[in-house]
C-alpha cells in the first residue's frame, strides 16, 4: 500500500512544517517509515551547512517521532527528492504549499510542479494551511473511465479497506456534457467503477459511494460535492504519462488547485 515509506521535502517555511506534519500523519495511518530531506545545490559547501541546520530544525519540529533525516545534494529541490526517494525505496513524496497562496487550497510551486511531472514516486501535495485530522474519514478518487483511473480504484480500494475507511469515486460534468444521455453515461461508468473497487478489496458495498460533480468549470464542479476536513483526494496521472511516471494532466490540474483537501497524484501503471 502506498504510504509504506514517505519522504517528506523540507524547508523553511509554513509550506514545509506542513509537508512535515502531514507525511508524519500519513506514516501514523500507515504503519509505515518516516524519511525527511532537505535538498541543497551541488558544489556548495555554504548551502550544505545551511541544509544541515534547517534538518535539525525538522527534527525538532518531529518533537521525538522516528525519522530518518537526509541531507541531499541536487540541481533543483524536485530532482534531488527524486533521487533520493528512488536511492532510499520511498514509494511516496510530500511537499507543501508555497507561502502566499490562498489558505485552504494547494499552490504548486517549482518543485511540486516538476515532481508532478516526471516523479517515479506517488507525491502528495498538501494544502496551505493545513492541520491533519487526528483520524482519515474517507478516500475519494478522482475517475474517468480509462486504464489509469481503473488502476486508481483498484490501488484506493485496497488501501481504504486496509485502514477501515469508506471509498467515493467521483466524476465531474463540466459544461455541457451531452444533456440527460451524456450524464447517464457518467453515472454507468462510475457503477462500473463501484463493482471494480468491490472486486478489488474486501470493502462492502455501503462502503463505496459514487458522486457526480456538475458545474460550470472545474472548482465549480468540486464545490458540489462535499468534503470533510479529513478528506484525502487521489488522482491519476494523465495518459501522457511515461510508465511508472506521474504526469498531471490538464484536468486533474485543475483539480488539484481547486480541491480543499490533500491531494495524492500516482504514476503511471502504478502497482
Known sequence: ???????AGYVNDAGGREALDLASAIVALTGGRLSVATVHPPG???????????????ADLLDDRPADLHVQEGRSVARGLTALASRIGADLIVVGSPEGGARGRIGVGAAADHLLHSATEAVMLAPSGYTPPDYLGRITVMYVRRPQCDEAVIRAAQAAERLEVPLRLVTLAVGDVGGDDGAERLRDD??????????????????????????????????DVDWPDDELLV?????????????????????????????????????
Do not use: W
Open 1 to 7: 500500500m502506498i504510504g509504506e515509506h514517505v519522504l
Open 44 to 58: 556548495l559547501p555554504a548551502a550544505a551547512g545551511e541544509a544541515r541546520a534547517l534538518l535539525d530544525q525538522a
Open 190 to 223: 462510475l457503477a462500473l467503477a463501484i463493482r471494480l473497487a468491490l472486486d478489488s478489496s474486501e470493502l462492502l458495498p455501503e462502503e463505496v459511494s459514487a458522486d457526480l460533480a456538475e458545474g460550470n468549470d472545474v472548482a465549480d464542479a468540486l464545490e
Open 235 to 271: 488522482c491519476a496521472s494523465s495518459e501522457d504519462a511515461a510508465a511508472h511516471r506521474v504526469f498531471l494532466g490538464e484536468v486533474a490540474l485543475k483539480v488539484l488547485r481547486a480541491a480543499p483537501c490533500p491531494v495524492t497524484v500516482l504514476p503511471r501503471g502504478y502497482f
